[in-house]
């Protein structure tokens, strides 16, 4: 494969002389022979029969990664991946494959579903997921499949995610693991697995992570622990499942351009603290009932805990007089008993850090929401979900052609309850936020624009999604095999508003019912037994959820997790993608070569977009036309004498394909600014082929491991990633004029080098001691992975400015507007060791 087109681009240099020099991505196809194409076990085919290319990866392949988590690793292996760290904490990103997201953040489109032994990961609330709540050494296999395959459900936009876990069978034996590392990292991790003659079986392991965190006020703390415990008796296989995990992250978010050229480590505000606990049990049956013919089925319940503490500036704050305290502020703060609040004279010059206005209306009950500039958003989010799925698997011969079909059922529910409340305050020197008494409960809040200060939000959420589907893998010959797939989904939806019931305006109360049946067909030709080639047709589908129905009206523009208003029902996502490819393996055993070339197409109709208003995570959801992701895909993997090489590069094409009028706060292409009014919120103009922000139009992957010796081992690996526009910038139209707006709206390339080594003190045939380190971004590359538009608050001295310009003819405030970027993280050292034994 050839790399003179990417390396025309400066993030893919490093990259294209690394696979020059014959170092390359390992991808893991063509290692397991037979794929579970259903999110139960049941309907497993050859690899060689799926119309797709599915990426898969085992636990030796994670480990000998060394990521700390399961998105660390497909983040750097899997072909289409990329990551965008808009949280800034590595245990809460968003993962994009083919331009379609998973993430554990509000607001984002999501596009993936993920399923952990046939269990759907995706919350009810907003369809997010939370990484922290995977345990990495819990993972047996994972299988990346492309496309809207319907038999994952809904929510299966482009692509679904099917990770196996451990058992006692299969993972006999027992280790240890401890790391430690730059920037206060130090984890403890076990793992203990067994089984009996009479077929009982167990495996358990547990993880406890801490991190400061490279960035101001960013400590991490992980705790999961998971269990799985079988039983076999004759034709039946019972396994019972339960995994707990409580979890406090840290991530700070997006900083602004000039502040991070200043200081990478700095944070626009603070603190932004998640927390999650969570329960999960789960109980899995299969039997044999003839000999061709199956029954496998799951029940589970999960429970999920979720607490937000966000520090955030108030933009309501920017255009407002907020440094000299009046006369009946300077009356308040004497009668409290407060000193040193200026008498006369304050302003911006003197007083970079205002507070006493702040404080005063607070005392009063006036207007507090527009002379605080700090704000404290809490949250409290409760889930439980619970459901069952059963399936009938089936094969035999027709005409001596072997003929697989699956029949199953699905229901799952989900109720959930979700509270927010903020508190005004101000902004410290270091950022931090120090609240004043003064609630968006409609009371002590005083008033904005004569209307009391609430912010409050108390929701009740029922999901019900009841599914049938169905699949048909027929041989036509024995080279040409043909899929016919569907599923039928009916979701019901209801929200009741503890604050403002019994519907009507301002009322969150809403009943919804979606129904879909989405279909889909593929086709497979053995040229050869070395060349495969495939196409296919499938079309998956999305219901809003409960969040996305409150927050859907652009005059009520809603700050995630912060306030919602009841709105007209969005309709769903409904997602068409075409692909084809060939894929074949050159050479034998352990010298094989296994490669993939495919395109695919795929088509949104009705995508729920979130439209940022700003960069404190104001905006609202809407249903946008129609959205387009394209691309190709090509990939290999070699082996010989103990070494893998390997590489995978996608080419994408993400783009609008409606005409929209969009807010976009802080781009210089606003109807605003072309009005001759800079630095206002305004609308920005989409037009059909205007690229969607976030997605890069090029990645590279590379990947080497080879041993040196009988007891080390070494590992090296590469991801270039193209650059990407920003949001808010989704007409690709804004330009930097150094006065009310600055950065260039988008974020640069990059390509991250790193390398790992492995000692093994002795060589048993298993188990023993490995002592193992890894080096994250050797050449400590400052690089950011998303970007947003928006109006800041800060000079470039990271002091607050409230009004930084006069009033316009308009008697408006213009405001600056900038580009602020998710920073990535510098040069990291990790060394650990792990020892094995009773394997």
Not at 748 to 776: C, E, H, I, M, T
Request: with cysteine; glycine share 12%; proline share 5%.
């Amino acid at each position: 494969m050839s790399c003179h087109v990417p390396c025309k681009r400066q993030a893919f240099a490093p990259a294209c002389l690394l696979l020059m020099a014959g170092v390359a991505l390992a991808q893991d196809a063509g290692r397991v022979e037979v794929i579970g194409v259903t999110p139960l076990p049941g309907l497993d085919v050859p690899r060689d029969w799926v119309p797709a290319n599915v990426q898969t990866a085992r636990s030796a392949d994670i480990e000998r990664s060394h990521a700390i988590d399961l998105t660390g690793f497909i983040a750097r292996r899997l072909g289409s991946v990329s990551v965008n760290e808009i949280q800034g904490n590595p245990f809460q990103p968003d993962v994009s494959f083919r331009g379609f997201t998973a993430s554990p953040l509000l607001g984002r489109a999501q596009g993936l579903s993920i399923y952990l032994d046939g269990m759907r990961l995706n919350q009810a609330f907003g369809d997010v997921v939370s990484w922290d709540l995977v345990p990495k050494s819990a993972i047996s296999t994972i299988a990346l499949m492309p496309g809207s395959n319907p038999l994952f459900g809904l929510n299966t936009l482009g692509g679904a995610l099917a990770i196996q876990t451990k058992d006692g069978l299969k993972n006999p034996g027992n280790s240890v693991q401890l790391l430690a590392g730059s920037h206060g990292r130090a984890a403890l991790e076990f793992q203990s697995g067994g089984g009996r003659a009479e077929g009982l079986s167990w495996f358990v392991t547990g993880n406890r992570f801490h991190d400061q965190g490279w960035r101001v006020g960013s400590p991490s703390e992980v705790s999961q622990l998971f269990g799985k415990f079988g039983a076999e008796a004759g034709d039946t296989r019972l396994s019972l499942t339960t995994a707990l995990a409580d979890n406090s992250l840290n991530g700070n978010g997006l900083q602004e351009d000039r502040l991070l050229a200043k200081d990478w480590s700095s944070v626009y505000s603070k603190p932004d603290n998640t927390k999650n606990r969570s329960a999960l049990l789960s109980l899995a049956a299969s039997h044999d009932m003839s000999k061709g013919l199956s029954l496998s089925g799951n029940v589970y319940l999960r429970r999920i805990a979720t607490s937000t503490y966000n520090g955030d500036l108030n933009n309501g704050s920017f255009d407002q007089s907020v440094y000299q305290p009046s006369a009946a502020d300077i009356a308040a703060l004497m009668a409290a008993g407060h000193t040193g609040f200026p008498l006369a004279g304050a302003n911006a010059a003197n007083t970079p850090f205002p507070k006493w206005r702040c404080i005063a209306q607070a005392l009063q009950n006036d207007e507090p929401g527009d002379k605080c500039n700090g704000l404290i958003n809490q949250s409290a989010t409760t889930q439980t979900n619970h459901g069952f799925s059963g399936q009938l698997n089936g094969q035999a011969k027709f005409s001596g052609l072997m003929n697989q079909w699956v029949v199953g059922v699905a229901l799952d529910s989900s109720w959930v309850r979700f509270k927010q409340g903020s508190e005004l305050g101000y902004l410290n020197p270091d950022h931090s936020i120090t609240g004043v008494g003064a609630f968006g409960d409609g009371v002590s809040g005083g008033n904005v624009n004569g209307v009391p200060y609430d912010t409050r939000v108390d929701l009740s959420a029922r999901t019900r999604t009841a599914s049938v589907y169905s699949s048909d893998v027929l041989a036509i010959n024995p080279q040409t095999h043909l899929t016919l797939s569907g599923r039928y989904n009916r979701t019901t939806l209801t929200n009741r508003d503890a604050i403002t019931p019994g519907g009507g305006a301002g009322s969150l109360d809403g009943d919804h019912v979606f129904r879909r049946f989405n279909p889909a067909v593929g086709l497979t030709f053995a040229a050869s037994e070395s060349l495969t080639f495939y196409g296919g047709f499938n079309q998956g589908s999305r219901a809003p959820s409960a969040i996305e129905l409150g927050c859907a009206d652009p005059a009520q523009p809603c700050k995630l997790p912060n306030a919602m208003a009841g709105d007209p029902p969005l309709k769903q996502v409904v997602t068409s993608t075409l692909e084809a490819g060939a894929r074949g393996k050159i050479g034998v055993n352990s010298a094989a070569t296994v490669w993939n070339l495919g395109v695919f197409r795929a088509d949104n109709h009705d995508d729920i977009l979130f439209v940022a208003d700003n960069a404190a995570g104001f905006g609202y959801f809407k249903n946008f036309g129609r959205t387009r992701r394209q691309g190709l895909e090509a990939g290999f993997s070699t082996a010989w004498a103990g070494a893998s090489l390997g590489a995978n590069l996608s080419l994408l094409d993400v783009t609008f394909r409606s005409d929209e009028s969009l807010n976009a706060a802080g781009n210089s292409s606003n109807d605003q600014a072309q009005a001759g009014f800079p630095g206002l919120d305004g609308n920005i103009a989409v037009r059909t082929g205007n690229r969607m922000p976030l997605v890069p139009r090029q990645m590279l992957k590379l990947f080497a491991e080879m041993p040196l010796g009988a007891a080390f081992s070494v590992g090296a690996d590469v991801s270039a990633v193209a650059a990407t526009y920003a949001r808010g910038n989704e007409n690709n139209a804004h330009q930097s004029e150094g006065k009310y707006y600055l950065g260039g709206g988008r974020s640069a390339g990059y390509s991250l080098f790193s390398v790992s080594g492995d000692w093994r003190p002795k060589r048993p045939r298993a188990g023993g001691l490995v002592l193992f380190a890894q080096v994250n971004n050797l050449l400590d590359r400052r690089y950011s992975t998303a970007a947003q538009l928006g109006a800041t608050a800060f000079d470039a001295n990271g002091n607050y400015v409230a009004r930084p310009f006069p009033a316009n003819a308009n008697g408006d405030r213009p405001l600056v507007g900038s580009t602020f970027y998710a920073p990535g993280a510098p040069r990291s050292l990790t060394f650990g060791l792990r020892y094995s034994f009773g394997n």
